[in-house]
């Protein structure tokens, strides 16, 4: 397991080196670095600072078994049957790569082991046709994380449970009008690095005054 002690770099740099970690340990969160994590997260915004959210923590390991077949269901239909494709750089929808194929196969075959486990839910969702239900919980989920980041505990959104989503809600007693947007699996890193994601260049991805004009640095 990497180093625990909290983490004191600038928010730049933490923006810098928060990707996805998925090789996560089974060693406990300390419930104090819990809440902490969960007091950063409700600082988050949302629409009217109308704070719709509900954050429902899983320390349960019948209901992390349950949910992590359900979860690996998901996997299998999404990036399992496309494997060797994948694995071979022979999938050209992919964007993942191996690597990261790997990392995600391993979180699917693990995810109940993380010691924590944090579903973001979002009342009054669950029939919204809004393209943007989910704005208002977002950004709050990456603060969560960010503050996980601080205190060396490692993160990955993920939502590859969801084609059970009824089933979740009925297992957690999740009410009607409440949709679950992510399920956040936290634990401290056994192996990667705080390492800076890979993405696409800023000037690719950036327009200036009107779309396709680019470049103008
Ligand atoms: C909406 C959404 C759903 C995601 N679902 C999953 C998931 O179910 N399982 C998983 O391992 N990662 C999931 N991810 C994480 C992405 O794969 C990850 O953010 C992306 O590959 C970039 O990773 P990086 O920051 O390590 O480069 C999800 C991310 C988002 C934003």
Do not use: C
Not at 187 to 214: I, L, N
Request: aromatic content about 8%; glycine content about 8%; overall charge negative.
């Amino acid at each position: 397991m990497e180093n625990v002690e909290q983490q004191s770099i600038g928010l730049i740099e933490a923006l810098h080196s928060t990707p996805a970690r998925r090789y996560l340990s089974d060693s406990p969160i300390d419930d104090e670095i819990l809440w902490e994590i969960l007091d950063a997260a409700i600082r988050g915004p949302s629409g009217g600072n109308s704070q719709g959210w509900a954050w429902l923590v899983v320390k349960d390991q019948a209901v992390k078994n349950q949910i992590s077949e359900w979860y690996r269901e998901g996997w299998n239909q999404a990036y399992g049957v496309r494997r060797s494709k994948i694995l071979e750089g022979e999938d050209a929808a992919d964007t993942l790569g191996p690597k990261n194929y790997l990392s995600a196969e391993h979180l699917a075959n693990h995810i109940q082991e993380a010691p924590i486990w944090i579903f973001a839910i979002q009342r009054n969702t669950a029939s919204s046709t809004s393209p943007r239900a989910g704005s208002s919980i977002y950004g709050a989920v990456q603060h969560l994380m960010l503050a996980a980041r601080a205190h060396g505990i490692g993160a990955t959104l993920t939502t590859l449970y969801a084609g059970h989503e009824g089933d979740v809600k009925q297992l957690l007693g999740i009410p009607e009008d409440a949709l679950t947007m992510a399920l956040i699996p936290l634990g401290y890193p056994d192996r990667g690095r705080w390492s800076q994601p890979k993405r696409q260049a800023v000037d690719e991805v950036t327009h200036w005054d009107r779309w396709g004009q680019q470049n103008q640095r």
